[in-house]
């Protein structure tokens, strides 16, 4: 692997999946392979769970880490080509990246959209800028369009907490309501991911949200789509909740109907689901305290899962470093 941007870098989620289970069941079976490497973490914006999950991934494996929390620490970033920098911005991705490469063997980067121009968000300008000029292997820590490290933790929770290999699960993706407009990259990634995870004969895939919610193609292909949460969820064994804003109307909010709030109630539909969200989640505006706190709840289990989707990327990318030397 040399790049961990989507899915399409992955060749079998199953083998990945495997992985990051054997590394779960035994966290320093390959504790020399980063030795003496270094791994950069590059945040624009905030984050919990990634920034720990990655560094513990990292330490797993021998490695260094370092972590720059470029918004509030570094000079403030030029993307943009061909313009004269007599503005706010000091430093051009283009010298910005180059440097980071030169002190780091891996790179992880973590940049949200503006939610202003959906062209200009989904070109992911900036971070294919940062891999050409880094000129080292690049981790999504989440883009403007996707978040691949949490999709694939999502595939292992799935895949431990599912026994039953008479039948595949039914997997829902279900819109939540939120009052800030979010991005649609955790909804985007775990949809591509689980659409690839369908085709793979992992899961069966469901996506419910209001009208004017409608995810872009490029990621739904394969799923099957309802604006009616109760017929998402009859019969259903997970349900991932969430939020994103608008992809058509671009960044806005059409809704905050708390019918599509995830409760007790709600879940007595389903195959006693199992019900998950990547985190930070807002208690009883998103979905309810009583599902969160209550039995069939995943999320903290979903994010300790974090370390071992983490450290099988990493795994495979040293890997791949250290053959190419
Ligand atoms: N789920 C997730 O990516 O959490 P953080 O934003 O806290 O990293």
Redesign the pocket.
């Known amino acids: 692997m040399k790049q961990f941007f989507s899915v399409a870098d992955v060749d079998s989620l199953s083998r990945l999946v495997d992985e990051a289970l054997q590394l779960k069941g035994n966290p320093f079976m390959a504790e020399y392979l980063g030795k003496r490497k270094t791994l950069g973490l590059v945040f624009l914006n905030?984050?919990?769970?990634?920034?720990l999950s990655t560094q513990k991934a990292a330490l797993h494996l021998g490695m260094d880490v370092m972590v720059m929390n470029m918004d509030k620490e570094g000079w403030a970033l030029e993307t943009r080509d061909g313009v004269i920098m007599d503005g706010t911005t000091v430093e051009h991705i283009r010298e910005a990246a180059a440097v980071m490469g030169q002190y780091c063997d891996i790179l992880g980067l973590r940049s949200f959209p503006k939610l202003q121009d959906r062209d200009e968000d989904y070109s992911e300008d900036l971070f294919r800028k940062f891999m050409t000029y880094s000129k080292i292997p690049v981790i999504s820590?989440?883009s403007a369009t996707r978040?691949p490290?949490?999709s694939l933790t999502d595939l292992i929770t799935i895949r431990e907490c599912w026994q039953d290999a008479e039948r595949r699960p039914k997997v829902i993706l279900a819109w939540a309501p939120h009052i800030k407009a979010l991005p649609q990259a955790?909804p985007n990634s775990f949809s591509e991911w689980m659409c690839r995870a369908q085709a793979e004969g992992m899961v069966d895939f469901t996506i419910a949200h209001p009208n004017g919610y409608a995810l872009a193609e490029e990621f739904t292909r394969g799923a099957t789509v309802t604006s009616s949460l109760d017929e998402a969820l009859h019969d259903a064994d997970f349900v991932y909740v969430k939020n994103w804003s608008s992809y058509e109307d671009y960044g806005k909010i059409h809704s905050v109907d708390g019918r599509w709030m995830l409760d007790i109630q709600r879940l007595t539909q389903t195959n006693q689901a199992k019900v998950m969200h990547?985190?930070?989640v807002r208690r009883d505006l998103e979905l309810a305290s009583d599902v969160l706190d209550g039995p069939q709840s995943l999320v903290i289990q979903e994010?300790g899962n974090?370390v071992w989707a983490a450290q099988a990327v990493l795994k495979r990318i040293l890997e791949q470093l250290l053959s190419a030397s």
């Open positions: 905030p984050s919990l769970r990634t920034r820590l989440e978040h490290l949490q955790v990547c985190l930070p994010a974090r």
